[in-house]
Antibody, heavy 118, light 107 residues
Framework: QVQLQQSASELARPGASVKMSCKGS????????MHWVRQSPGQGLEWIGY????????EYNQKFKDKTTLTADKSSSTVYMQLSSLTSEDSAVYYC???????????WGQGTTLTVSS | DILLTQSPAILSVSPGERVSFSCRAS??????IHWYQQRTNGSPRLLIK???EFISGIPSRFSGSGSGTDFSLSINSVESEDFADYYC?????????FGAGTKLELK
């Protein structure tokens, strides 16, 4: 069965960077894009961007473009999202979600909670 | 960016009732709208793709309709497990956007 396993919760200081991961299993990893979605406390969902693991191509929401770097390691079926210059406004739950040619998200990870605090 | 406006923000119903959620797009997006359910402390779950296409494993009481700018998600007879937040998402153009959600709560 398809599973997306995300890395554990993170606590980071303002100004620091973090790198979280999402490991796919139960499907052909390189055949699907991987998207990232942010959910701030008590808020809705925001699309951050996606990566095509096969080509390494990325597309970012302009809002997150300067803060976010997406990478993929096909050998371990894992995608990574690095967030830089963290502020308290980056505190949120971050989800990875499998996409595809038809551009909806059919499987989601369990979420990684990021807390930015001094 | 395409703005998705969901209404109402909160819907209070009793089990067994039929409910509908609305999602309106700021410009025409064909049928490029998808619906998700998010239970408390859970991850979103895909319910309906491309406005009205069913998803394997999703109960048949969930259905979707609409095209252009106006879309709706319906639950034929609400069950206790359906009390959750519901979001629409458009994939017509980048960046993908979500509506602010509708909370379905127990009356």
């Amino acid at each position: 069965q398809v599973q997306l396993q995300q890395s554990a919760s993170e606590l980071a200081r303002p100004g620091a960077s973090v790198k979280m991961s999402c490991k796919g299993s139960g499907y052909t990893f390189s055949s699907y894009t991987m998207h990232w979605v942010r959910q701030s406390p008590g808020q809705g969902l925001e699309w951050i961007g996606y990566i095509n693991p096969s080509s390494g191509y990325t597309e970012y929401n302009q809002k997150f473009k300067d803060k976010t770097t997406l990478t993929a390691d096909k050998s371990s079926s894992t995608v990574y999202m690095q967030l830089s210059s963290l502020t308290s406004e980056d505190s949120a739950v971050y989800y990875c979600a499998r996409g595809g040619l038809r551009r909806f998200f059919d499987y989601w990870g369990q979420g990684t909670t990021l807390t930015v605090s001094s | 960016d395409i703005l998705l406006t969901q209404s109402p923000a909160i819907l209070s119903v009793s089990p067994g009732e039929r409910v509908s959620f609305s999602c309106r797009a700021s410009q025409s997006i064909g049928t490029s709208i998808h619906w998700y359910q998010q239970r408390t402390n859970g991850s979103p779950r895909l319910l309906i793709k491309y406005a009205s296409e069913f998803i394997s494993g999703i109960p048949s009481r969930f259905s979707g309709s609409g095209s252009g700018t106006d879309f709706s998600l319906s639950i034929n007879s609400v069950e206790s497990e359906d009390f959750a937040d519901y979001y629409c998402q458009q994939s017509n153009s980048w960046p993908f956007t979500f509506g602010a959600g509708t909370k379905l709560e127990l009356k």
